[in-house]
């Protein structure tokens, strides 16, 4: 491609991207209110749990990510601007956000474990037994290096003072879940694996009594809220 080729079509998706900021800016500046209404009937929907719950909402996106959604945004210029929503208008797309968010955690996931496998890469980590996979190019591989025990991340905050919860080591799990809350739009480059606590993550399983060779996060999730967690 010519150097004038590329610099026309440079220049055309800088001018497709600022129409789109522009009328983003619109439709937020017109339907203010009823976000504001949104955000808080989706912070509440989050923060929902029990037996019938759906387990997809431990990994749903920050509001910020949450809104540009079809079903919510198609919520949110419901109406008039001055006519407040309801609760039960939320009610009624649950079902919709749940589907419109499917994508979203798979392309999580994959940043995650590419960050990962980055930093093992760049500082001679060998792959833990558990994050082992045939293809190490498929979900099912970033899946199972996440799901690794020694596999944690911390956020890296540049707030200061930093929020309490931004510096515990946590799994990919109570990552995303803590993301939703914590943060607004989602940022692998806001994430800091955390790679020299393998003794320590090992000897901690070994208390419990679990494997730490083949023992996942999901696992350990599991006895941890079923109570069934003890020290031997």
């Known amino acids: 491609m010519a150097i004038l080729d590329k610099y026309i079509l440079l220049q055309t998706d800088k001018e497709v991207e600022r129409q789109r900021r522009q009328e983003e800016k619109a439709f937020a500046t017109r339907w203010n209110s009823h976000l504001i209404q949104l955000k808080s009937f989706y912070n ?33 210029s419901t109406g008039e601007p001055e006519i407040p929503l309801l609760p039960e208008q939320f009610t009624l797309i649950e079902g919709a956000v749940l589907n419109d968010a499917e994508g979203y955690v798979p392309s999580c996931l994959h940043d995650l474990a590419s960050l990962l496998r980055e930093h093992k890469d760049m500082y001679g980590v060998k792959e833990d037994p558990a994050g ?7 979900e099912a591989a970033d899946l199972a290096l996440l799901e690794a ?3 944690l991340f911390r956020c890296r905050s540049e707030r200061v003072p930093v929020n309490d919860a931004c510096t515990v080591h946590m799994s990919y799990l109570s990552l995303l879940n803590h993301w939703k809350f914590a943060h607004v ?15 320590a993550v090992y000897d901690l399983l070994g208390a419990l009594a679990v494997d730490p060779m ?19």
């Not at 083949?214 to 696992?219: C, D, I, L, Y």
């Open 132 to 138: 082992e996979v045939a293809d190490p190019t498929s």
């Open 149 to 151: 025990p020694t596999s």
């Open 185 to 199: 739009k989602w940022d692998v480059y806001r994430v800091v694996p955390v790679l020299n606590l393998q003794s």
């Open 44 to 76: 509440n929907f989050l923060r929902g749990d029990g037996p019938t719950e759906d387990p997809r909402k431990r990994f749903m996106p920050s509001f910020e990510d949450a809104k540009v959604f079809p079903s919510m945004r198609a919520l949110v």
């Open 214 to 232: 083949t023992t996942t996060h999901s696992e350990i999730h599991t006895l941890i809220t079923s109570g069934r967690a003890l020290c031997s």
